[in-house]
């Protein structure tokens, strides 16, 4: 049909016939393809299969920085308290460790001066000395006077006692328990040093222990 008979029928009311549709557009219910042939909606059901939202502020598995600081101050704390009870626990091993050594340097020495004693019971002298931070007194005879301020003898204290004992034995307890030694005179000394060594020099009673 020529492009003038055409429009006189148009012109006459005649309308076109309808194209035949193609196959791919009778199926029912399939998407528009969209350019590079993705379908439509595919952008937003990309962002919703992505990771999960997060809420401002807020990251996972943070703590609050007040309840961490809590926990620190806590932590910190107990470390204190357990570095304080070990301390506790060793003063106390070495106190008892060295109460042990004091006990076994006594039964040593005790058996080291057993039977060789010169204390003498009816003896009228007394020789004063500074022990322990007081002053104390054995009694001795003219001759262990002399003895004792010329270094030859010299006292020991053991269980509560004054042991007068020859300077052998003195230096033999300056090995095995040096704190049980009272009275060592270094007879090279001078007088001065040892004012207590005159024999007429008494100390009234109220100030010996």
């Known amino acids: 049909m020529s492009d003038s008979l055409r429009d006189q029928l148009l012109g006459l009311g005649f309308k076109p016939s309808p194209k035949p549709e193609r196959p791919q557009d009778r199926k029912s219910g399939a998407p528009q393809a969209r350019p590079h042939g993705k379908p439509a909606g595919g952008r937003q059901q990309e962002r919703a299969a992505g990771k999960p939202q997060q809420r401002s502020g807020h990251k996972p598995g943070a703590r609050p920085a007040g ?87 010299g006292v020991l204290q053991l269980d509560g006692r004054y042991l007068l004992v020859s300077a052998e034995l003195v230096a033999q307890a300056q090995e095995i328990f040096p704190a049980a030694i009272a009275l060592k005179v270094d007879p090279d000394a001078p007088a001065e040093d040892d004012p207590y060594a005159d024999p007429k020099y008494q100390v009234p009673d109220d100030l010996v222990w």
């Open 67 to 153: 309840r961490r600081d809590e926990m620190d101050l806590a932590k910190a704390y107990a470390l204190r308290a357990q570095r304080e009870k070990d301390e506790r626990i060793a003063a106390e091993a070495a106190k008892q460790e060295e109460a042990r050594k004091r006990r076994e340097a006594r039964a040593k020495l005790a058996e080291l001066v057993k039977d060789k004693v010169l204390n003498v019971a009816d003896a009228d002298i007394a020789r004063h000395f500074p022990y322990g931070g007081k002053i104390k007194r054995i009694y001795v005879t003219a001759e262990q006077l002399k003895a004792l301020n010329a270094g030859e003898l």
